[in-house]
Nanobody, 126 residues
Framework: QVQLVESGGGLVQAGGSLRLSCTTSGRTFSRYDMAWFRQAPGKEREFVAAVSRSSGRTYYADSVKGRFSISRDNAKNTVYLQLNNLKPEDTAVYSC???????????????????WGQGTQVTVSS
């Protein structure tokens, strides 16, 4: 069982930055590919970014490329999402997810992830 806990959300003005963190306990973090999804009110859950176990592969949604950056520190059992140049349309609950293996074909589909955190709210004011 993998328990994920997100932190770092908050209220920020457009153009501002935040760094989200997702931490898990245990010694198996490095065995999982990790991702961030977000869900705004009334909208479907949306893929944001993902990173493979060894950080060899990263993936981004087109809407966040060049603004967001995903990274992980396996020694700290933590995955990060750096959010820069935030826009009001980035407002959502951001959740991290873990899966034993993601591929180019499965990475953006939330149903493929086995473990989820509770989410952290990001609100961007205009």
């Amino acid at each position: 069982q993998v328990q994920l806990v997100e932190s770092g959300g908050g209220l920020v003005q457009a153009g501002g930055s935040l760094r989200l963190s997702c931490t898990t306990s245990g010694r198996t973090f490095s065995r999982y590919d990790m991702a961030w999804f977000r869900q705004a009110p009334g909208k479907e859950r949306e893929f944001v970014a993902a990173v493979s176990r060894s950080s060899g592969r990263t993936y981004y949604a087109d809407s966040v490329k060049g603004r967001f950056s995903i990274s992980r520190d396996n020694a700290k059992n933590t995955v990060y999402l750096q959010l820069n140049n935030l826009k009001p349309e980035d407002t959502a609950v951001y959740s991290c997810a873990a899966d034993a293996y993601i591929s180019d074909y499965t990475v953006k589909t939330y149903q493929n992830y086995d473990y989820w955190g509770q989410g952290t709210q990001v609100t961007v004011s205009s």
